[in-house]
T-cell receptor
């Protein structure tokens, strides 16, 4: 049963620390998305990749967030330095271009103190 | 800017009731509309709709799309406590890039 995996599942850190979240998309999927979910904003798109190339990262605060896909099996989202307002659940999702449907990972719950 | 609006934002019903959740959208390049169910973890896929007037059905859940009026509804009949969740509507405006609505928090009481 293919699924998207994310690590860590939970992360508590202090303001100013670097946070790295990792995602393994479903094998064969060529689009990968990072979403952030908060009570106030709902699900917001941060960045996405197609065939490992970044297509849009306009949803990310550029000065502190970065997203990469070093290979087809790994996507990373990094926050440096982290701030309390970054506290949220970060979801990775993958899909096939043109198929519409996305498959979501279990999320990383980030708490920045 | 693409926009998806869901209503109501919150709904409390009793087991056995029928509920209708609404989703309206404004997008520049509509491809499809999707419904997801989110319990305490990741959103899970329910339906994808691309054509107007064709009902998609899965058990007690059904959904339909009106591309002229730019909305969709999700119906749940004979609700059960296990239907309690956030129901998310999303629109694909190209490249599987989904724009989500705020979600409807459904609570089904026994």
């Amino acid at each position: 049963d293919a699924r998207v995996t994310q690590t860590p599942r939970d992360k508590v850190t202090e303001m100013g620390q670097e946070v790295t979240m990792r995602c393994q998309p479903i094998l064969g999927h060529n689009t990968v998305f990072w979403y952030r979910q908060t009570m106030m904003q709902g699900l917001e798109l941060l960045a996405y990749f197609r065939n490992r190339a970044p297509l849009d990262d306009s949803g990310m605060p550029k000065d502190r967030f970065s997203a990469e896909m070093p290979d087809a099996t790994l996507a990373t989202l990094k926050i440096q330095p982290s701030e309390p307002r970054d506290s949220a659940v970060y979801f990775c999702a993958s899909g096939l271009q043109g198929a519409g449907r996305l498959f979501f990972g279990p999320g990383t719950r980030l708490t920045v103190l | 800017e693409d926009k998806v609006v869901q209503s109501p934002l919150s709904l409390v019903v009793h087991e056995g009731d029928t509920v209708t959740l609404n989703c309206s959208y404004e997008v520049t390049n509509f491809r499809s509309l999707l419904w997801y169910k989110q319990e305490k973890k990741a959103p899970t896929f329910l339906f994808m709709l691309t054509s107007s007037g064709i009902e998609k059905k899965s058990g007690r859940l059904s959904s339909i799309l009106d591309k002229k009026e730019l909305f969709s509804i999700l119906n749940i009949t004979a609700t059960q406590t296990g239907d309690s969740a956030i129901y998310l509507c999303a629109v694909d405006a190209g490249g599987s890039r989904l724009t989500f609505g705020e979600g409807t928090q459904l609570t089904v009481n026994p």
